[in-house]
DNA sequence: CTGAAAGCGCTTACAG
DNA sequence: CTGAAAGCGCTTACAG
């Protein structure tokens, strides 16, 4: 597969093979007109033979295309490693990236300042075509980065006050209202809400999403408390909620971790699911198929989650704008961790 | 930041604006004598002024470097998002490849057939300067591709059949050891292994390691199962452990997934934790510290075994080769999952 | 101490 | 239908 130079063959080796011009081979590597179909033919045989792929760089400095594109995980490592929704939707960004012939570059750092300084970095050594951002904060200070640079974005989630970044976004008001209209129609009237990051804006969102499908029922939406999407704030949030004077009868989580944790607490505090505490997950994973109970959850399919966030980055580098992509709704899984609440709160 | 024109600046840019040639401006920016200390110190200002880097594209034609490394997971993506190991050791990774101005591509695949096209892909356009390879398998194809190609690679795991490819790998052998040793001393006769993926080659070398740790103690290891890794593994083996005439008092697992997910077999087998079986976890992840109870897992720095596989691959690629290294051996953490047997079993 | 030039591996107008 | 040449953004011998 290697020249007899052992060095990795270029269209100079494929020219001398075949006994034309660089120019030659190119364009019949390319598919453009200017070659006989035979030249062309046996231009592409001698590629094949040599296993010849363009190079990446020659072709960046001429297209000036990177033909990567960047994503950077802003959270520490310890959160994102339990957390089962990243790698699903990187196995979706990439199942349409590497279709495309686009690679990944993937970079884990701790904060919005190192995220920040990573962007600056890689597109001014011209490493990206775009970036994929994920995690938006309520405000964000990434945001005016990207802006600043021109640099080609699409954001996973929906963006706060609208700016000019196109987004793929999930439809939380109706995956919430789902879950509650489902609580409620089961008889819950005291239902509790843990949520994620209280500075990311998609958890902002889901507890105004919470809020609204409460009032439609005349409930109030007393019992909220934010976390950091860990198994130890999760159960520290159950705690806390099992603890009250009254308590909910029913808790929707913001990821399937702490719906897990909050089983082993209800557990532990003697609370029996679902018969005392009816538990809804935020993300469908494993984990909610097969604790015990198996875990009610608001299932999503990630992946194409991710395929579509791909998509429209693709065609924002290529056309210079995207629209912003509504995912569908996540839709209600119902598995043991849910019922009738037993005694009819209040 | 950006010129003028709305592009991004090339060394060109800074020339002009300096005055000089293109070439005083390269040796400027990459401290080689050949301009005056204050030119220098000019060019370097409208460099920073400009925001200027050089491309990666421009660097990598003149010097044959891709400035990149690449990681390509084979796994199903659903099985890599509850496993935290993951994106620790990417975490660690990186921390060594950015502080070098390192990029990496990561690529999830489905087999091996997958990430060897990947492989050639990447290496025939010349994205990367070499692989991390992961999760290698006893009888493992990826290996003859990388000789093949001569494409620099480090393996993180041992090796299978010594191979070429330097490692870095883990001392199974004194990790499973000290967990045998200890459930022994606490008073376990019957003590059991639920192993990962039996294709892998750690699995393999792990298991020989149970059944010499055992045999040391004069005590057979008949109770070996072996699994994917996943929850749903993880609790059939449990239950099937669990189910047999004479059940082991002890479990030693491979991850800690499944350790967690032992429990809640456990508990809905109405078997106690610890008292009537002691459970330890493979990995020291969120998982364990917070589980009910508590589980006592192997612990070590995943984190530390990226970023000497990125180091000992970098070192590869400078050198043409690196030494395999050993990473110190996990450490057993003790917490409520294990006990001294009631009944002692035989 | 500085400038002009070649070359890395491609693509693409531009001549013949 | 084909070849010779310029250019992408750098680095690095090589002259002055």
Redesign the interface.
């Known amino acids: 597969?290697?020249t007899p130079d052992?060095r990795?063959p270029t269209i100079a080796s494929i020219a001398a093979r075949a006994g034309v011009s660089i120019g030659a081979v190119s364009y019949a590597l390319n598919g453009r007109p200017g070659v006989s179909s035979e030249t062309r033919q046996r231009i592409i045989d001698i590629a094949n033979d040599l296993?010849?792929?363009?190079?990446?760089?020659?072709r960046?400095?001429v297209g000036s295309r990177?033909h990567?594109v960047g994503l950077i995980l802003a959270r520490p490592?310890?959160t994102?490693?339990?957390?089962?929704?990243?790698?699903?939707f990187?196995?979706?960004l990439?199942r349409e990236l590497?279709a495309r012939?686009i690679?990944?570059?993937?970079?884990?750092v701790e904060d919005h300042a190192a995220a920040i300084e990573?962007m600056?970095?890689?597109?001014?050594?011209?490493?990206v075509d775009g970036m994929v951002i994920t995690d938006l904060w309520v405000k964000d200070e990434r945001l005016p980065v990207l802006a600043?640079?021109?640099l080609p974005a699409i954001a996973a989630g929906r963006v706060p006050g609208g700016g000019d970044l196109p987004s793929v976004s999930t439809d939380d008001e109706a995956a919430v209202s789902a879950a509650v209209d489902y609580l409620v129609a089961l008889g819950h009237r005291r239902i509790a809400r843990v949520a994620g990051l209280p500075v990311l804006n998609h958890t902002q969102l889901r507890i105004d999403a919470f809020r609204r499908a409460m009032r439609v029922h005349g409930l109030p939406a007393r019992d909220i408390v934010t976390t950091d999407y860990?198994?130890?704030e999760g159960?520290r949030a159950t705690r806390t909620l099992l603890s009250r004077r009254t308590r909910p009868t029913a808790i929707i989580f913001d990821n399937d971790l702490m719906a897990v944790?909050a089983v082993?607490?209800a557990?532990?505090m003697g609370v029996a699911v679902p018969a005392e505490l009816s538990i809804v997950a935020g993300d469908d994973?494993?984990?909610c198929?097969?604790?015990?109970p198996a875990l009610t959850a608001l299932a999503w399919d990630i992946?194409a989650y991710g395929a579509h966030t791909a998509r429209a980055l693709l065609q924002r580098i290529d056309d210079g704008h995207a629209p912003s992509l509504r995912e569908q709704a996540a839709t209600l899984v119902v598995r043991g961790s849910t019922a009738a609440p037993v005694k009819a709160a209040r």
């Open positions: 597969m290697t052992g990795r296993g010849w792929r363009p190079s990446v760089a020659a960046s400095m990177a990567s490592a310890d994102l490693g339990v957390e089962p929704f990243f790698m699903r990187i196995a979706g990439e590497s012939r690679a990944l570059l993937l970079q884990i990573a600056r970095l890689w597109w001014a050594e011209r490493r600043e640079l021109g860990t198994w130890g159960a944790a082993n607490v557990q532990e994973s494993q984990l198929a097969l604790a015990h992946q």
